[in-house]
Each structure stands twice: as C-alpha cells, then as structure tokens.
C-alpha cells in the first residue's frame, strides 16, 4: 500500500491511497468520523436568580430568549483547541475521573443585556490558549435587564458519543478516475468539441482535432462526456485499488494531528485483532 499526500493545509487534507481496497480505505474514514479525540463542553452550570451588577447597582433577570438546554447545546458545539498529548478522558485520567487540568478545562460567561454573547464571551479559567476558536459565533441575544452567567467543564470524548466531539467533517473517499479518449468511426471534430464543453468541472480541451484532459483527478463522474458522444469516443473508468481521502476538521485538532491519530489507533485495533486471532487459533 503506498499513501501520499495530495493537498494539506492546517484544517483539511486529500491523502491518496495506492494499493488497497475500499474497505480499507473506508476503514480509515470511518475512524476519522468517530474515534478521533477532542475537548468540547460538557456540563453547563446556570446561575439562578437575580444578578447585581457592581459597579451600577443595578440587578438583572437571570433569564434569557432561549431554553438552558439550547444554550448548553450551543456551548458544546463550539471548537476548542485540543492538545492530546496534554488531556486524556476522564476513565484514563491519573484523578480518577474527579477532574484535574489534564482531564478538563473551566470556562465562564459573564454578560448583562442589551448585547449578544458570542463565543469569544466563553472565557477560559487560566490558559488563556484554550479559548474557543471561533470567536465570532453568536450563542444568545440578551435584552435589557437580562443577564447570563455560567460556569462550563470541557472535558474529552469522541463522536461516537455524541456530535460534539466530532473532529473530522466532509469525510469522504473516491477512486481515482482515469479519462479515456480515443476517437471512434463515425465520430466528428465537432462532436469532440462539444464533448469538451459539457464537462461541468472543465478538464477537457479540444484543439487540433483531437480532444485530451489536462487533470483527470478533478473528475466528478457525472458521465456528461460520455452521454455527449454518442459513439462512445469517452469512457470514465474507475481504479479499484486507487483511491482519494479527502476530509475537513474543525480546528481543534489540525488535518495532520487527527490523521496521525486516526493511522495509529486503526493500527492498534488490527493488532488486538491479529492477537484475538492467535490467541483461538
């Protein structure tokens, strides 16, 4: 099996795989969708009753436009940066699943109305390099004389959990495609050339009478081109043991850390399998 990187940039990445099947490049996919770790809210703690605020004496409602739930929702969807070599999940934490900073993070929101509490509101109890990363989401809109404080825990799991923890997004594998031209009898220049205009991602190109693809990895199978010859000049064929990866992350984990997580736990899981095997053999 050979694996190389087509395209990597810090939040997506396209592998290409050479020499393996499907199911083992699905293997791959799915891991990614499922196992791969990140830090994301977890508990939500609402302070109930009235606020005052200090510096103006005034009090405000502990109450806003939307239900707890939906707010605590929003919360856990939020991004946080995630170093794994630093946390681990509460079952494997050294604490016993009581929380320490290796295990989970603190953060709090303060903010009284009228204004909209947004993401970069979440504020970190200490590293202040665990701030959310998407600063400018918006989480509710607060009126006059409402006010929201929470405290919230982050703490590690994975999507197979729940959604929130889901690290890699737009997961998804296709092989290679190979473009085969070869002008058959009966077929004209001007049947090429219309040929070359129909493809929607534009990687046919027909001069001097005859017709070739500049990147046929581009090629989205739609079979525009084939549908377009009638005499079947065009062919599209798929590798079956060539294959892309393509997938997106969120930013917690960058496109390299989740695929370096995601090669060395499907690694470790083939192993329990050999031995499993061996050990009934």
Not at 17 to 41: C, F, H
Not at 223 to 251: I, M, N, Q, W
Request: with cysteine; aromatic share 6%.
């Amino acid at each position: 099996m050979g694996v190389s990187l087509a395209e990597l940039k810090p939040r997506s990445v396209l592998l290409e795989v050479d020499g393996a099947t499907a199911s083992q490049v699905n293997a791959i996919r799915r891991v990614l969708l499922s196992d791969v770790p990140k830090l994301a809210i977890e508990d939500v703690e609402f302070h109930l009753g009235p606020i005052r605020d200090e510096a103006t004496g005034k009090d405000y409602d502990s109450s806003t436009s939307m239900f707890d739930e939906a707010i605590a929702l929003r919360l856990g969807l939020l991004p946080i940066p995630t170093d794994l070599s630093q946390f681990r999940r509460k079952a494997e934490c050294e604490c016993g699943g009581a929380g320490c900073p290796h295990c989970q993070v603190m953060y709090s929101i303060d903010k009284k109305g009228p204004c909209t509490v947004y993401a970069k509101d979440v504020v970190p109890l200490g590293d202040a390099g665990l701030a959310t990363l998407e600063p400018d989401v918006p989480i509710v809109r607060l009126g006059a004389r409402q006010a929201l404080l929470t405290y919230a825990t982050a703490v590690v799991g994975s999507a197979r959990e729940h959604a929130k923890w889901q690290v890699a997004h737009g997961v998804g594998m296709f092989p290679r495609p190979h473009v085969r031209i070869a002008k058959k009898e009966g077929c004209s220049d001007a049947c090429l050339k219309r040929t070359a205009g129909v493809c929607p991602v534009n990687i046919l190109e027909f001069g001097g009478g005859k017709l070739t693809v500049t990147d046929e990895v581009k090629c989205i199978y739609c079979g525009a081109c084939e549908t377009s010859c009638p005499h079947g000049s065009v062919k599209v064929e798929e590798d079956p043991d060539h294959f892309f990866l393509r997938f997106e992350t969120d930013g917690s984990l960058s496109a390299r850390e989740a695929l370096r997580f995601a090669l060395k736990d499907l690694k470790r899981r083939y192993e329990e399998l050999r031995e499993a095997i061996q050990a009934i053999a």
